[in-house]
């Protein structure tokens, strides 16, 4: 055996196990990240996030908006403040926990107006809204981490089958012209060509969202080995001059401003958490600042002391949660307005026909098969 | 097409999406509908092709 038909051979049997594999796992991701993509429409369609209210000049301090969420929930503290004046201008989010927490697993989200420093009702605090629901079984497949993990090995095993399949489309274009449909010569073959043809087109589109999302599939993980690796290094060194985190000496329109003094000019406060949470310290806000165009998915990390308004430090990401960054918004495609939306669509569901038509051709030559050794063994 | 020409066609045209998404992502607004063109360019492309087999049959 030469060693090409060995590839051949490797690769059909890997693109045919492995998309076989990831079919029925492939049709829901599918499904659920075609809703997913158009989650900002369908959350404001639903009223689970609140109309933003616009950016005004006249902006009340972020402690305001802070006094007036603790107000009315007292026996929580919040944890979490983030601002996004692309997606929500005018609107401030704030993480709530029960005093004594320091994980966001019982956080529930409130909105404020910038402009007014009031409350603003919205369902996305009250229970699991329709998107978040799908997310969590598209991200995680209710599995937490480890569903994550799952997912990570299912982008795996579309990766192999496209790189698989290109290898095992190179003897076949060498006889029939990319793009030709034969007709009148059976359905098998008009799906095969098909398959070739609408494989090859959504090729490129199909290979980033699958590495992407086999990276997303290292979030938490990832996260995690930051959050022990270097956070917990800093935090073990303020373990003993702890603030109150309910209310901190210094409040966040303190912290924001220091964060911004160490970041470079135009760059804004993207998140603020608080002191004591599992990404600070007890003595520290962790801020994020970014800058436009790449840098605002690559933010950096600023403490700031919140008993003296002092910058402690700042750092930037590490390279593995640098990757995972830029991947969610190529894995989700909600970086490019509606017409991106659509292409998004559009090249999911050719995927998911290339899928069950693999699928078919599949079941189709194993029934032929069968049948033909069916009738060789009753003929006589 | 046919050969190692088409697949040759296939590999670029997937590359240039790649290029154009990661373009869009990076670029400024001014950018964004040259890498949006690069993006769609291999659907634009298939599509024209699919069309073009399918009338000539």
Partial sequence: MTSTSRLYRLS???HRWCSLVATVPFLILCL?????????EIDAAMGVMPDAPGLSAAQRPLSESVDAILDANPSDKVIYLGLDSEHHPGLLLLNTVPEGDSNFDRARLHFTDLATAERIEAEAGEGMSLTGFLLELHAQWFLGPLGELL????????????LSGLVVYWPHVKKVTFGLLRRGKGPRLRQLDLHNTIGAIVLGWAFAVSLTGFLLGFGTLATGLWSQQQLALVQSMYAGSAVDPRRPPIDADVALRSALSAAPKGWQVSSILWPATVYSTPRHYTVLVGGSGLDERLVRVVLVDASTGEVAGTAELPWYLKAITLSEPLHFGDYGGMPLKILWTVCTWLTLFITANGAWLWWDRRRKRKAHRSAKEIAP | MIGARAIILITSMALLCIVGLIGMLVADSAWDFCFFLLTILPLLFGSIVLWRKSSSL
Avoid: D
Avoid at chain 1, 32 to 40: A, C, I, Q, S, Y
Avoid at chain 1, 151 to 162: E, K, P, R, T, Y
């Fill in chain 1, 12 to 14: 059909l049997w890997l």
């Fill in chain 1, 32 to 40: 659920t990240g075609t809703v997913l993509v158009f989650h900002e």
């Fill in chain 1, 151 to 162: 997912g990570a090995l299912i982008a795996l095993m579309v990766l192999v089958s496209l």
